[in-house]
């Protein structure tokens, strides 16, 4: 018996001991597997595990005094190339990498407490690009992104058209020494009564006039203009920010824009919900296909979405992929999305090609719209 029992409890201490073995193997496989997550997660929030585009190929044309032509051909480029081409993000250098392998459109560039930080931002995107980033800026006059060390006319304090044409002028001279190629203004709303200063004095002729001579010095300096917020009364009703917004608009309110078709390079479509003059049938203005199609009838210029994060077109929607898709469905040609995670943006090229692949998106439009991006870059594509 005595011999049995000892038996008994060495085969005990042996299992007991191989059961604890198991243990401890489940617990690191365990915590293997969770550092595994954790590492893989961090990487893929820094874009990491996000695939480069290949490198654009340019034929070497030359032109009669032997300059190169920068050329780009359509074809070379991808359709998840095209598709970042449309989009503008927030210039963050902690995203430096990512939006560099996906190839995007464009970074925007919020204030900084140096102009040296600008400028060695701008050189850092820039190095080694193939298509240069459009670098953007909202410079108005009183929202000022280089505020921490220099100011400029308010727009509301201009008072005719020499004052609107140098305020352009010296706007432009400024921009374009920092490397900055697009700037997201005038406002040609009629009025400002959230921010008091972003609109010109006058009625709708005045302020097409001032902003006419705006653009014309801005663009003489080589820095895009987007006149904005199309189709008006941004400024009246409540902030696009914050909320859902809608507006009955005028002929006035649209006047702007009619005016300033054959010369401003861009025009932002705003997140209100219209009737009136032009109608949105409902639905935010920047996703309208009707909106869109009546406004591409008139002008032939970009045209850019205002920033898809503001609550005036997010709370529209119960998911951001049909937010997505009917941005491009509608017909911007470039879209400001300022969400800081690489991966999403990602994922939003990767749904509308899907979408294109499935004819849901036109590849023509996409063509069209990039071609146009590339035109305003300087290239001449075939």
């Given at each position: 018996m005595g011999k049995q029992k000892n038996i008994k409890g060495k085969n005990f201490s042996k299992a007991l001991g191989h059961s604890l073995q198991l243990q401890i193997i489940f617990f690191f496989l365990l915590v293997?597997?969770?550092?595994?997550?954790?590492?893989?997660?961090?990487f893929q929030s820094?874009?990491?595990?996000?695939?480069?585009?290949?490198?654009?190929?340019?034929?070497?044309?030359?032109?009669?005094?032997?300059?190169?032509?920068?050329?780009?051909?359509?074809?070379?480029?991808?359709?998840?190339?095209?598709?970042?081409?449309?989009?503008?993000?927030?210039?963050?250098?902690?995203?430096?990498?990512?939006?560099?392998?996906?190839?995007?459109?464009?970074?925007?560039?919020?204030?900084?407490e140096k102009e040296e930080l600008f400028k060695e931002t701008i050189d850092e995107f820039q190095s080694g690009m193939s298509i240069p980033f459009f670098i953007s800026v909202d410079l108005e006059g009183c929202k000022n992104p280089f505020a921490n060390f220099k100011d400029f006319t308010a727009a509301s304090m201009i008072s005719?058209?020499?004052?609107?044409?140098?305020?352009?002028?010296?706007?432009?001279?400024?921009?374009?020494?920092?490397?900055?190629?697009?700037?997201?203004?005038p406002v040609v709303d009629l009025e400002d009564q959230i921010w008091k200063c972003r609109s010109f004095p006058g009625d709708e002729t005045e302020i097409s006039r001032l902003a006419g001579a705006y653009i014309a010095g801005l663009?003489?300096?080589?820095?895009?203009?987007?006149?904005?917020?199309?189709?008006?009364?941004?400024?009246?009703?409540?902030?696009?920010?914050?909320?859902?917004?809608?507006?009955?608009?005028?002929a006035a309110d649209i006047y702007p824009y009619a005016a300033l078709v054959n010369q401003t390079s861009g025009i932002m479509v705003s997140h209100i919900i219209v009737s009136g003059a032009v109608d949105s049938e409902g639905k935010p203005a920047v996703v309208s296909k009707k909106i869109m199609d009546n406004l591409k009838e008139q002008y032939?210029?970009?045209?850019?979405?205002?920033?898809?994060?503001?609550?005036?077109?997010?709370?529209?929607?119960?998911?951001?992929?049909?937010?997505?898709?009917?941005?491009?469905?509608?017909?911007?040609?470039?879209?400001?999305?300022?969400?800081?995670?690489?991966?999403?943006?990602?994922?939003?090229?990767?749904?509308?090609?899907?979408a294109v692949e499935n004819g849901e998106i036109s590849s023509e439009q996409i063509d069209n719209s990039v071609t146009k991006i590339l035109d305003a870059k300087g290239f001449v594509v075939e």
């Amino acid at each position: 018996m005595g011999k049995q029992k000892n038996i008994k409890g060495k085969n005990f201490s042996k299992a007991l001991g191989h059961s604890l073995q198991l243990q401890i193997i489940f617990f690191f496989l365990l915590v293997g597997s969770i550092i595994t997550l954790l590492v893989f997660s961090y990487f893929q929030s820094q874009g990491w595990l996000i695939p480069s585009q290949p490198e654009v190929q340019m034929p070497a044309y030359f032109g009669e005094g032997a300059e190169r032509i920068n050329t780009i051909r359509l074809s070379d480029l991808t359709l998840e190339q095209k598709i970042a081409q449309m989009i503008i993000v927030h210039g963050g250098l902690w995203n430096i990498e990512p939006w560099k392998r996906m190839q995007i459109g464009g970074i925007h560039i919020f204030a900084l407490e140096k102009e040296e930080l600008f400028k060695e931002t701008i050189d850092e995107f820039q190095s080694g690009m193939s298509i240069p980033f459009f670098i953007s800026v909202d410079l108005e006059g009183c929202k000022n992104p280089f505020a921490n060390f220099k100011d400029f006319t308010a727009a509301s304090m201009i008072s005719n058209e020499q004052e609107a044409l140098g305020k352009g002028v010296d706007e432009g001279t400024y921009l374009a020494s920092l490397g900055i190629s697009l700037n997201f203004a005038p406002v040609v709303d009629l009025e400002d009564q959230i921010w008091k200063c972003r609109s010109f004095p006058g009625d709708e002729t005045e302020i097409s006039r001032l902003a006419g001579a705006y653009i014309a010095g801005l663009q003489s300096e080589n820095v895009l203009a987007t006149a904005k917020h199309y189709p008006g009364r941004t400024l009246v009703i409540g902030d696009p920010h914050r909320q859902l917004v809608t507006a009955v608009i005028s002929a006035a309110d649209i006047y702007p824009y009619a005016a300033l078709v054959n010369q401003t390079s861009g025009i932002m479509v705003s997140h209100i919900i219209v009737s009136g003059a032009v109608d949105s049938e409902g639905k935010p203005a920047v996703v309208s296909k009707k909106i869109m199609d009546n406004l591409k009838e008139q002008y032939p210029g970009l045209i850019i979405s205002d920033e898809v994060n503001m609550l005036g077109l997010k709370n529209y929607y119960s998911n951001l992929d049909q937010m997505y898709l009917d941005l491009f469905k509608a017909g911007n040609d470039i879209i400001l999305n300022f969400n800081e995670d690489p991966q999403e943006t990602y994922r939003m090229i990767l749904l509308i090609k899907k979408a294109v692949e499935n004819g849901e998106i036109s590849s023509e439009q996409i063509d069209n719209s990039v071609t146009k991006i590339l035109d305003a870059k300087g290239f001449v594509v075939e």
